[in-house]
């Protein structure tokens, strides 16, 4: 009965690979959001998808791009990884219309060796 | 557009002890704010919001926030700590086109 669930939770890559990120809320929630959170811990929004249309797409490398088939789910493809790119990944999900309570996934830790 | 500054990047306190957390935005309109706790490996959970109303703000776990417009502040308080209270904690402000800003986090540290 997880509310969001990401998976994987765990994943190590080398550079210059393809990888994604899944996410899914069983939350009843319209909105759903991408946060990094990088080495020393600060979080930073990259997407936001309210009823499968894309609303908050903040300064993220076009490596990145989200895809949302449908409202329960909120994926996250990144194009030929960079070390860089090691962090950990927090989906979301929220009503938008419920002042921003989010409910968060509890992560994927990317690492690109 | 709007920030969050969490002064105190970590916190060392005796299990029993008071704490406080600071917490100051900037937003130019009336601040949504928030409080969440993340526990080691884990997602984040919301401790407690702040919209409207009573400026002080009960939440789970036995923490309040309180809400200070003249000092743009939002401090975290807990009466008495659990060891089991030991993790990150990240105050977060929310704008109109519906962005939660996070601060940088507050580590805590329980000591026996």
């Known amino acids: 009965d997880t509310a969001v669930s990401q998976t994987p939770k765990y994943l190590v890559t080398q550079m210059g690979n393809d990888k994604s990120i899944k996410c899914e809320q069983n939350l009843g929630h319209d909105t759903m959001y991408w946060y990094k959170q990088d080495s020393k811990k600060f979080l930073k929004i990259m997407f936001s998808?309210?009823?499968?249309?894309?609303?908050i797409n903040e300064t993220v490398p076009n490596r990145f791009s989200p895809k949302s088939p449908d409202k329960a789910h909120l994926n996250l493809h990144i194009n030929s990884l960079e070390l860089g790119d090691s962090a950990v990944y927090f989906c979301a999900s929220s009503h938008r219309t419920e002042h921003y309570g989010y409910t968060f996934g509890s992560g994927t830790r990317l690492t690109v060796v | 557009a709007q920030s969050v500054t969490q002064p105190d990047i970590h916190i060392t306190v005796s299990e029993g002890a008071s704490l406080e957390l600071r917490c100051n935005y900037s937003?130019?309109?009336?601040?949504?704010l928030f409080w969440y706790v993340q526990s080691p490996g884990q997602g984040l959970q919301l401790l407690l919001k702040?919209?409207?109303?009573?400026?002080l703000v009960q939440g789970i776990k036995g923490f309040e926030a309180e809400f200070k417009r003249s000092q743009s502040s939002f401090n975290l308080r807990k009466p008495s700590v659990h060891w089991s209270d030991a993790a990150e904690y990240f105050c977060a402000v929310g704008s109109n086109d519906y962005k939660l800003s996070f601060g940088a986090g507050t580590t805590v540290t329980v000591r026996a």
């Open positions: 702040y919209f409207s109303g009573d400026t």
């Open positions: 937003y130019g309109a009336t601040p949504y």
């Open positions: 998808y309210n009823n499968k249309e894309l609303i």
